[in-house]
């Protein structure tokens, strides 16, 4: 049983954006079997370019039911029902923020035609739902309304069905591989459908118990079920075989899971995490204070243990970030590792450096620019704390940074943190630092917003 849906929202993100309208076909693996469409009210202005897109205007939708009029029929008409949508992350999506927003949580099985017509109907170049209609010679009525794309899935959708199915001991209908693609017959189904779609950890083991892969994801459900339907490459469809089971751990925060997937790969040593026990990083840059009391910077590959302020994957992209700081900190070359000599740089000589390298500059003026050049890596001797998202909404997460080094992590109540930090310094669970850690840290720190830094 199946309930083939169409949404068109106000944007692209599930975050912000809201459902403008939506239409489901219940479909019995035959036939339609009912349908339900209705314009929404999202509660906020159209903008423009998606009124061109889908034609649907605000005046259109100001007398539409809200979302939360039809959060009824929406669970009526997919309740026990495999969720079917061309691209379904997007639109089970919305549908998941919308019923989150009312405090409901919405779950469905889903099947993706997009993912479906790849497999079973290879060679296309383009399996947007308007070009591989066309190219299948479906008619869509209503391009970029609900409606009418939804009908255009069905039709899709039908003839995927004809291709080649079979029916399974739950009912569902799920479609056959090319290649031997039988999940692990110890594997529990319904274990796999408890994981929440949340970050955090997991865990595959094979049949004798052994930990052979962990990953880490911000959405659980949707990275385990792409393993178990990875029919990609060779060593990716013999792990999916291997799969007898499945254990999860919730962190609440991407970088918490991140942190935690990196140690426990280098403590257990997984047979599929074979390429994520190495790192690139090689290559780091370093710091330290001459006996004349200046500020110096130096690049060199990294030895065990070694203190760095940055690691990089190449000698060149480490020398690279030096000439850049040097240029725009007007560092001397000497004295920032990019040139030997035992006395003037090259710079002074042709009037660029002011002198540091030979007796010119003092180590105060020097090191005012020095030190500011030091602070581009973030944790260079500095105390503080990292604040994201917990597990649920009475908590936060922090990580502990201490002298510049990543310390661990843990996770307090925010109802304790009125006293002061010391619920903070409290729950933290002490981890080693390297240099794999400092680059999640860093790099999490430049591509994601948390909650808040607290420096101690």
Same mark, same amino acid.
């Given at each position: 049983?199946?309930?083939?849906?169409?949404?068109?929202?106000?944007?692209?993100?599930?975050?912000?954006?809201? $459902?403008?309208?939506?239409?489901?076909?219940?479909?019995?693996?035959? *036939?339609?079997?009912?349908?339900?469409?209705?314009?929404?009210?999202?509660?906020?202005?159209?903008?423009?370019?998606?009124?061109?897109?889908?034609?649907?205007?605000?005046?259109? $939708?100001?007398?539409?039911?809200?979302?939360?009029? /039809?959060?009824?029929?929406?669970?009526? =008409?997919?309740?026990?029902?495999?969720?079917?949508?061309?691209?379904?992350?997007?639109?089970?999506?919305?549908?998941?923020? #919308?019923?989150?927003?009312?405090?409901?949580?919405?779950?469905?099985?889903?099947?993706?035609?997009?993912?479906?017509?790849?497999?079973?109907?290879?060679?296309?170049?383009?399996?947007?739902?308007?070009?591989?209609?066309?190219?299948?010679?479906?008619?869509?009525?209503?391009?970029?309304?609900?409606?009418?794309?939804?009908?255009?899935?069905?039709?899709?959708? !039908? +003839?995927?069905?004809?291709?080649?199915?079979?029916?399974?001991?739950?009912? &569902?209908?799920?479609?056959?591989?090319?290649?031997?693609?039988? &999940?692990?017959?110890?594997?529990?189904?319904?274990?796999?459908?408890?994981?929440?779609? #949340?970050?955090?950890?997991?865990?595959?083991?094979? @049949?004798?118990?052994?930990?052979?892969?962990?990953?880490?994801?911000?959405?659980?459900?949707?990275?385990?079920?792409?393993? %178990?339907?990875?029919?990609?490459?060779?060593?990716?469809?013999?792990?999916?075989?291997?799969?007898?089971?499945?254990?999860?751990?919730?962190?609440?925060?991407?970088? /918490?899971? %991140?942190?935690?997937?990196?140690?426990?790969?280098?403590?257990?040593?997984?047979? =599929?995490?074979?390429?994520?026990?190495?790192?690139?990083?090689?290559?780091?840059?370093?710091?330290?204070?001459?006996?004349?009391?200046?500020?110096?910077?130096?690049?060199?590959?990294?030895?065990?243990?070694?203190?760095? &302020?940055?690691?990089?994957?190449?000698?060149?992209?480490? *020398?690279?970030?030096?000439?850049? %700081?040097? @240029?725009?900190?007007? %560092?001397?070359?000497? &004295?920032?590792?990019? =040139?030997?000599?035992?006395?003037?740089?090259?710079?002074?000589?042709?009037?660029?450096?002011?002198?540091?390298?030979?007796?010119?500059?003092?180590?105060?003026?020097?090191?005012?620019?020095?030190?500011?050049?030091?602070?581009?890596?973030?944790?260079?001797?500095?105390?503080?704390?990292?604040?994201?998202?917990?597990?649920?909404?009475? !908590?936060?997460?922090?990580? *502990?940074?201490?002298?510049?080094?990543?310390?661990?992590?843990?996770?307090?109540?925010?109802?304790?943190?009125?006293?002061?930090?010391?619920? $903070?310094? #409290?729950?933290?669970?002490?981890?080693?630092?390297?240099?794999?850690?400092?680059?999640?840290?860093?790099?999490?720190? +430049?591509?994601?917003? $948390?909650?808040?830094?607290?420096?101690?």
């Amino acid at each position: 049983m199946y309930a083939i849906v169409d949404i068109e929202t106000t944007g692209g993100s599930s975050r912000i954006e809201k $459902v403008t309208e939506i239409a489901i076909y219940q479909h019995d693996g035959e *036939k339609i079997t009912g349908d339900f469409i209705s314009l929404v009210n999202p509660e906020r202005n159209i903008p423009y370019f998606i009124t061109n897109l889908t034609g649907i205007t605000n005046e259109m $939708v100001e007398d539409a039911p809200k979302f939360y009029e /039809i959060a009824r029929k929406i669970i009526e =008409y997919t309740e026990d029902r495999v969720f079917v949508a061309h691209s379904a992350r997007f639109d089970y999506s919305f549908i998941r923020q #919308e019923f989150k927003s009312l405090g409901y949580n919405f779950k469905r099985n889903i099947l993706d035609t997009v993912t479906l017509t790849r497999k079973l109907i290879p060679g296309h170049r383009s399996y947007s739902l308007g070009n591989i209609c066309k190219d299948l010679k479906i008619e869509i009525n209503g391009r970029h309304r609900a409606g009418g794309d939804a009908l255009a899935t069905v039709k899709l959708f !039908e +003839k995927l069905l004809k291709i080649g199915c079979e029916t399974d001991e739950y009912g &569902l209908k799920p479609f056959r591989n090319t290649r031997n693609s039988k &999940l692990h017959p110890a594997l529990d189904i319904n274990k796999v459908n408890q994981i929440p779609e #949340e970050p955090g950890i997991y865990y595959f083991f094979n @049949e004798r118990g052994d930990l052979i892969y962990i990953g880490k994801s911000r959405n659980l459900l949707q990275r385990v079920s792409t393993h %178990l339907s990875n029919n990609t490459t060779n060593r990716s469809m013999e792990m999916r075989d291997a799969i007898a089971d499945i254990s999860w751990e919730e962190t609440g925060s991407e970088l /918490i899971a %991140l942190l935690k997937e990196s140690f426990e790969i280098k403590s257990n040593k997984p047979l =599929y995490n074979r390429a994520q026990r190495r790192t690139g990083f090689r290559w780091g840059i370093f710091s330290h204070y001459d006996e004349k009391g200046f500020l110096n910077f130096s690049y060199h590959q990294i030895r065990d243990e070694e203190s760095h &302020l940055s690691v990089f994957t190449s000698r060149e992209k480490a *020398k690279a970030k030096l000439i850049l %700081l040097a @240029e725009t900190y007007n %560092l001397c070359q000497k &004295l920032a590792g990019l =040139y030997e000599t035992d006395g003037a740089c090259f710079h002074f000589q042709v009037g660029i450096c002011k002198g540091a390298c030979c007796g010119n500059e003092s180590a105060k003026d020097y090191n005012e620019r020095a030190e500011r050049a030091l602070e581009e890596f973030v944790f260079s001797q500095r105390n503080f704390f990292i604040i994201d998202k917990g597990r649920n909404q009475d !908590e936060r997460c922090a990580v *502990k940074i201490l002298n510049g080094k990543y310390s661990g992590y843990g996770y307090f109540d925010v109802n304790d943190i009125g006293f002061g930090l010391s619920a $903070v310094h #409290e729950c933290i669970k002490n981890s080693p630092d390297n240099r794999d850690i400092q680059v999640i840290l860093k790099s999490y720190l +430049k591509r994601n917003r $948390v909650e808040k830094i607290i420096e101690f």
